[in-house]
């Protein structure tokens, strides 16, 4: 049982560039999230999933895609990288709802020059 | 949304009891009270939850008020390793179904 799994754990990308975070969960959560959190502050959610084909926005979604195709994976896209996107990028998952344990990845450190 | 308020940095010594005290003045009535750790470079990980009066687990406790307008983790006995910030989060069990953060409180424990 791997948990929340995130790919890559880092990545330098160049203004402009485009690029896919992978999360993926073995455990058949329902909900999935991604967050950002930049140095010395708390996580900030950018987008989130209560299920295969649904998607919603979150504090500060733009410039970042998802999609919800299968129940085990949530990939992250960023469209045009800009060196603002550089930040520390958490995918979580949970059972069915907030009120219970939601289980987060390892993290992908994302660098934009 | 529920706004928390918590102290943002702490210090205490090995083998103390650290009480972290959050406020949510607005919780609303569906709302639970989870707390989450973060060490430096990992994803936050689940400590505890409660909705009102008191619950326990191996490795904290967690008090809320009748009027549960505030909520306090209690650490018994912290170590070097119990260094981390402490999220203090409301969880509804509908409508945005996902987390919100806020800046949490940066425990420092020192020898």
């Known amino acids: 049982n791997a948990g929340v799994t995130q790919t890559p754990k880092f990545q330098v990308l160049k203004t402009g560039q485009s690029m896919t975070l992978q999360c993926a969960q073995d455990m058949n959560h329902e909900y999935m999230s991604w967050y950002r959190q930049d140095p010395g502050m708390g996580l900030r959610l950018i987008h989130y999933?209560?299920?295969?084909?649904?998607?919603d926005q979150g504090e500060v979604p733009n410039g970042y895609n998802v999609s919800r195709s299968t129940t085990e994976d949530f990939p992250l896209r960023l469209l045009s990288a800009a060196p603002s996107q550089t930040s520390v990028y958490f995918c979580?998952?949970?059972?069915?709802?907030?009120?219970?344990?939601?289980?987060f990845g390892q993290g992908t450190r994302l660098t934009v020059v | 949304l529920a706004k928390t308020t918590q102290p943002i940095s702490m210090d205490s010594y090995e083998g103390q009891e650290v009480n972290i005290t959050c406020s949510h003045n607005?919780?609303?009535?569906?709302?639970?009270i989870t707390w989450y750790q973060q060490f430096p470079s990992q994803g936050p990980r689940f400590i505890i939850q409660g909705y009102k009066t008191k619950v326990t687990n191996e490795v904290a406790s967690l008090f809320i008020p009748a009027d549960r307008k505030s909520s306090t983790l209690s650490l018994p006995r912290v170590s070097l390793s119990d260094t981390a910030v402490y999220y203090c989060?409301?969880?509804?069990?509908?409508?945005?179904?996902?987390?919100?953060f806020g800046s949490g409180t940066r425990l420092q424990v020192q020898p």
């Open positions: 607005n919780i609303a009535t569906n709302d639970y």
């Open positions: 989060l409301p969880a509804k069990d509908t409508g945005r179904r996902a987390l919100t």
């Open positions: 999933s209560v299920g295969a084909g649904i998607t």
């Open positions: 979580a998952s949970s059972w069915s709802s907030p009120n219970t344990e939601a289980f």
